[in-house]
């Protein structure tokens, strides 16, 4: 146990200045993206490379016609979306594993479930053993993409965690790209080397983030959670490049040990079916209430998927091709990911300067006119026409970059903010888990709304996809506080005195370890750090 912990009043004191090593160590947890970003674009190639229709759809090239020679509609669709069920379990266990075991051990599992999906992808000849690795795989990119989150939300200090955890999306994005040029690369082999190899790949991916994080230090909150200050101490000192003994040091784990017993004041600790209550408790109505938070959570990530835009990743290249009016498919796919890479970093800055909610607001808007504007031109007198096809795919590109430089990393970053710690694994698990149900519910739907087989719905498609984001853009103006620039424990305060339009204007005026009880020595009352031992002792 740490002896008496200087604690401060000063608002502008309960964070430890940062060293380039220390945000190095930070930023690399976005690495998990890459994996999560590969797997999610290569499927999109593989179903549309001729050998991999041959091989699993029983079809000969030279019998079939252009139109008919492709993937099933409901192959299409149990391929891509059995991966999202996968995930939308894990994330949901990794809530509770995240708080025994901690977030980066929950990390390091995942990573080891989705390497054994993925060999059993890569040995796969039959569509049963396919799905099978899929199904697991998920399981492992649920535990990665719902914790990973929470870990660089905990770790990231405060003045740059929205461009840190912004960088889980731009990873994401890398590997959207890593996932395209690996397809175009192997398209034109005539052997099982042609999807083999795309799938394969992502199990490096998964060992880089696995060794990464076994040598990073857990994160100090869940040690708080667990009672477990001197792992506390030392883990913050290593984040932020100081030594244990530091002032700033013991101000930040002050302030994270007070606001975590006025946590557990406001939510009473029980039985492990009373835990998973506590995220539903409290009025609809009143903004800061645990209820509330966890459908801001779960409807938020649903709303990103809403935007569509994984409709391009997952369908992208197959959608284009069954068009007839684009000759090369494949390199629109890997133009749109790029574009889709380029535009991520430009929210490192914007959502630091502008904040959370005003990119949320206008990137919605911006999407809303993009794919209306393709919607439009799919139906006018010049569809299927060299310059028309040309506009609708220019229109997309600039859709992907409103979402990628807001809707995309925007979400994540947010879900990592608004609960409280008490919650927080389970919250952002939840949330997590309504991202995958809902990718899988869009993977379902979207090959039988756009199939040549089935609707066939062609550019039409994307007036569904504009209405959706009319109601985020509505969405994110009455629901999405603004969280720049300030500490977790800052947020929770910020969600009780305050509500999403007012948000902006709030600030922080005192600490928790103040209204918890000061010494006459400006230390943390020792009854509060003994109380959080205790209690972190039996969960």
Known sequence: MPGALVATADTARIEAPVTLKAYLMCAF????????????????????????????QNLDPSLAGQ?????????????TSILSAGTFFGAI????????????????????????GVILQTASTTLALLVVGRLIAGFGVGFVSAIIILYMSEVAPKRVRGAIVSGYQFCITIGILLASCVDYGTQNRNDTG?????????????????VGLFLLPESPRYFVKRGKLDKATNSLARLRGEPES????????????????????VIPQGSYLASWKNCFTGSLWNPSSNLRRTILGTSLQMMQQWTGVNFVFYFGTTFFKDLHTISNPFLIGLITTLVNVLSTPISFWMIERIGRRPLLIWGALGMVVCQFIVA?????PSKGDPSATRAEIAFICIYISFFASTWGPGAWVVIGEIFPLPIRSRGVGLSTASNWLWNCIIAVI???????????????????????????????????????????????????????RTSSKWKPTTTYAAEMGLTKEGTLAPEIVEDVIRKGSVV
Request: contains cysteine.
């Open 446 to 500: 979207t090959p039988y709304m756009v199939g040549t087989d089935e609707a066939d719905l062609g550019t039409n498609v994307f007036w569904i996809w504009g209405g959706l984001c009319a109601i985020c853009f509505v969405y994110a103006y009455f629901l999405i506080p603004e969280t720049k620039g300030l500490s977790l424990e800052q947020v929770d305060r910020m969600m009780e005195e305050t509500t999403p």
């Open 376 to 380: 439009i031109i799919g139906v006018s």
């Open 194 to 210: 042609s999807y083999r190899i795309p799938i394969a790949v992502q199990m490096l991916w998964s060992i880089i983030l696995a």
């Open 67 to 79: 139109k008919e020679f492709v993937l099933a509609a409901w192959k299409k669709s149990l391929i």
């Open 29 to 56: 947890s976005a690495f998990g993206g890459i994996f999560f970003g590969y797997d999610s674009g290569y499927i999109s190639g593989v179903m549309g490379m001729n050998y991999f229709i041959e091989h699993f």
């Open 93 to 116: 266990i990794a809530g509770d594993l995240a708080d025994f075991v901690g977030r980066r051990t929950t990390i390091i599992a995942g990573c080891f479930v989705f390497i054994v």
């Open 246 to 265: 530091s002032e700033y040091i013991q101000q930040e784990l002050a302030e994270i040990i007070a606001n975590h017993e006025y946590e557990l004041k």
